[in-house]
């Protein structure tokens, strides 16, 4: 199973759709906070706030970022510089889960970080 028919079944309404899944990070438009090759633990039914790191459904596909809100819109941007071009406006709809842990690529334990 590939890794978007793994999201797409997560997020289907299985039984499993509301169990937090694992992901890694395979770019560094998340750095520094999140290495490439980190792991993340994504909560579907986490809550969704300014400044939250979350994963999102856009027309391309599945994409994680910081979410940001200004006035009554709501933005995802990248944390990496070089990325700030792709920042863009979503509908809080399609926000599917919060990042809720992440763990280096090697998953040792001091390595981890927690976010709520």
Known sequence: MS??????????GG???SEPFALQVI?????PEFKKDCIIIIDPTGVARHGAYVFAMVESGYIFRQ?????????????????M???RII??????????Q????NGRR????HYR
Do not use: T, W
């Open 67 to 83: 979410l940001v809100q200004e006035e009554d819109k709501y933005y995802l941007q990248p944390l990496n510089e070089a990325y």
């Open 110 to 113: 001091k390595e981890r970080k």
């Open 85 to 87: 071009h792709e920042k």
């Open 102 to 105: 992440q763990s280096g690529a």
């Open 91 to 100: 509908q809080f709809d399609q926000i599917e889960g919060v990042i809720i």
């Open 3 to 12: 890794e978007s028919d793994f999201v797409a079944d997560q997020m289907s």
């Open 15 to 17: 039984c499993g759709s």
């Open 27 to 31: 770019d560094d438009s998340m750095e």
